[in-house]
């Protein structure tokens, strides 16, 4: 019995350790925008606009190895303004970011300040 519990404790971490390894990379803002090709700026709606509407909005991105955003998650934000934000940075293009000469998934944050 205790040898079952070891190996199913074995296989549980080597299988934790291959989902790490397929799990994006951190980098830092500097470090995403600095290999970014191609930026949208995000356009401030009418109704945030008339409701005069400013903030700061913070997103983090999934960007794939051929450079491009894969998914937007919202970390913080008015939900008017978070989403012109999101789809913006949708549209924003990388330059691949390698480990070594193999391109990586990674993750990086975004801000977005809105302001009349």
Do not use: C
Not at 2 to 11: A, N, Q, S
Not at 54 to 61: M, P
Not at 63 to 69: A, F, P, Q, R
């Amino acid at each position: 019995m205790k040898g079952l519990v070891l190996l199913l404790e074995v296989f549980m971490m080597v299988s934790a350790i291959g989902l790490a390894e397929d799990s994006p990379r951190r980098v830092s803002h500097t470090a995403a925008v600095q290999l970014a090709t191609s930026k949208v700026t995000p356009e401030y709606s009418p109704i945030a606009k008339q409701l005069k509407i400013q903030g700061s909005v913070e997103l983090d991105a999934v960007i794939s190895e051929d450079g491009s955003v894969e998914k937007v998650d919202i970390v913080s934000g008015n939900p008017v303004l978070t989403k012109p934000a999101a789809e913006a940075l949708k549209k924003w293009h990388f330059k691949p970011f390698l480990d070594g000469d193999k391109p990586v998934k990674v993750i990086a944050s975004f801000d977005f300040d809105f302001k009349l």
